[in-house]
Antibody
């Protein structure tokens, strides 16, 4: 069965960095694109970034461009999100989600999420 | 960027009711639209993709329709388990965007 398990969340101060991980199992990780989606407390869903199945293409929402970097290690079946220069408005539950295809489709599996709190 | 607008934002209904949620895209997106259900404290779950394809394992009381800029999610006979928040999402191009959500409440 497909499993996605996020880790790395926590409480950090504005301007600092954090790296999230998403461990995948139960499917061939290297054949699917992967996404990060976030949800601020009490708010809706916001797509953050995508990385294609082979890492060849990466796209970001404007609000995180230049600060966040998505990456993957297909040998370790793991997705990452490096978050630098964190802001209070980055506070959210961060979900990793599997693309139904190589990177341009909907999300057929989601992790349980990891909470990132940015506060002074 | 393409904006997705859902209506209504909140919907109150009885068990057994037929309900419809609408999602409008600010530009043409063909059929590249998905619907997700989210319950409190849980990750979203896909219900419908490519506007009208029912995800495996999702009850047949859920259906999706539309193309271009206007889409609907219909639940033919509400069950207690269906009370949740629903989101549409466009995925024709990046950035992907979600609608603001429709909270379906028990009347």
């Amino acid at each position: 069965q497909v499993q996605l398990v996020e880790s790395g969340g926590g409480v950090v101060q504005p301007g600092t960095s954090l790296r999230l991980s998403c461990a995948a199992s139960g499917f061939t990780f290297s054949t699917h694109g992967m996404h990060w989606v976030r949800q601020a407390p009490g708010k809706g869903l916001e797509w953050v970034a995508v990385i294609w199945y082979d890492g060849s293409n990466k796209y970001y929402v404007d609000s995180v461009k230049g600060r966040f970097t998505i990456s993957r290690d297909n040998s370790k079946n793991t997705l990452y999100l490096q978050m630098n220069s964190l802001r209070v408005e980055d506070t959210a539950v961060y979900y990793c989600a599997r693309d139904r295809g190589i990177g341009g489709y909907d999300f057929d599996y989601w992790g349980q999420g990891t909470l990132v709190t940015v506060s002074s | 960027d393409i904006q997705m607008t859902q209506s209504p934002s909140t919907l109150s209904a009885y068990v057994g009711d037929r309900v419809t949620i609408t999602c409008r895209a600010s530009q043409y997106i063909s059929s590249w639209l998905a619907w997700y259900q989210q319950k409190p404290g849980k990750a979203p779950k896909v219900l419908i993709y490519k506007a009208s394809i029912l995800e495996s394992g999702v009850p047949s009381r859920f259906s999706g329709s539309g193309s271009g800029t206007e889409f609907t999610l219909t639940i033919s006979s509400l069950q207690r388990d269906d009370f949740a928040t629903y989101y549409c999402q466009k995925y024709n191009s990046y950035p992907y965007t979600f609608g603001q959500g429709t909270k379906l409440e028990i009347k």
